[in-house]
């Protein structure tokens, strides 16, 4: 039986825009009231999707959320007919409607936590949407994630999904963002690691003085528990609270795995010695690479501007692996010479590939926070909603229906703007159809 990982990326939507809603996340606060292009950031991602399936790897795309969302400004007691929900919510609370028209959900590394089968007890592969209640714009997201993500992953003979965590922040949850699996052959058992902020039980426990951690113990141990996992195979981490204070807002800003290569920085953990030794302890015989890469060589200013570590570390179908780095990788002198040291180095990874992905990195998100990995046997990846699944076909009709919904430009004034909705709602609709989802969205029900 053949395994692989396959990569599903977030298509971004039609509102992608600069509203510099994630407080902790440099980049979004930094590039608050900036003019976006919808149609370049929908079209970078789809680039680097389609090379990712060119290089031989299994590669997905999930649908985007609705947004502006309507049904949660109702919730929020707007009422009215949609303009004028749009006319109120714009005067009165302005605030409220950008939470409600970030195109966040992009960034699928959030969309939820994944354990594959040979992980699990029942052999099933788990999927538990994150609940993002760290941030009202993302909180919006897990009820429309599950939807998606059972619309793509739609056998139950193969895939378990589980309800988002309880909505409160003892149980924060981001998701794959703070979650990696090593293991020697992707479908051999692996040891998942959970890396968490804080733990919200234990006021005692270390955590950060200025930003807020979005993940907590509880979560990870949560998850851990409904996905089914083995003590033996499941290690807990905690990020150092001190980079999370410096703009590291999840953990694959500062790590990232795969297989049995972890890349990480000096300063990404408390307590790395030991963590790193259960880590070979759970993970047995075969040879692990730990990349740890010191501050001398790339201060944490430099991983938090560049993004070296949110990172896609992908094994090519020769065995060897790469990175996918963004192209600020390349304009941060001391990360690029890194970047040509490593691959000389005695690791598996051999080469880097670069992509621009500018109109995501300006909201903090990477080419790592664009996919969500799922590790699957070939009867799985047979099992997976075939439309979602990257193709020339593919590739070429989202293109189209880019070009044909998309506005090039967008302002975070436009964003009340009814026609805009319009332009959203027509272009989901259509999306349904090609990617075979079935009525996803509220405002399809
Ligand atoms: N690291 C990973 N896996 N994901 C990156 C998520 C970026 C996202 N940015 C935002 O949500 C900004 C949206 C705005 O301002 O409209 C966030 O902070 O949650």
Redesign the pocket.
Known sequence: MKHFEANFDGLVGPT???????F??V???N??AATSSPKDAAKQGLKKAKALADLGLVQGMLAPQERPDLHSLRRMGFSGTDSEILNKAAKEAPALL??C????SM?T??AATVSPSADTHDGKVHFTPAN?V??L??SIEPITTGNILQATFNDSRYFKHHQHLPEHASFGD????NHTRLCSEYGHAGVELFVYGQEATNPTAPRPQKFPA?QTLEASQAVARLHQLDDEGTVYIQQNPDVIDQGV?????IAVGNQNVLFYHEQAFLNTQAKLTEIKNKFGDSALHFIEVPTAKVAIQDAVKSYLF?TQVITLPSGEMAIIAPTNCQENPAVFAYLNELVTLDTPIKQVLYFDVKQ?MQ????P???RLRVAMNQDEVAAVNQHTLMNDALFDRLNLWVDKHYRDRLLVEDLADPQLLIESRTALDELTQIMHLGSVYQFQK
Not at 101 to 104: D, G, L
């Open positions: 992608h825009n600069y509203a510099g809603l994630s902790g996340n980049a979004s606060l590039n608050a950008r939470a028209c970030s195109a966040s960034w590394a959030n993002l760290d941030k714009h993302r981001e998701g794959a963002a979005r807002f999840h953990n694959d800003v949110n995501s909201n903090g998100g990477g790592a926070c664009l």
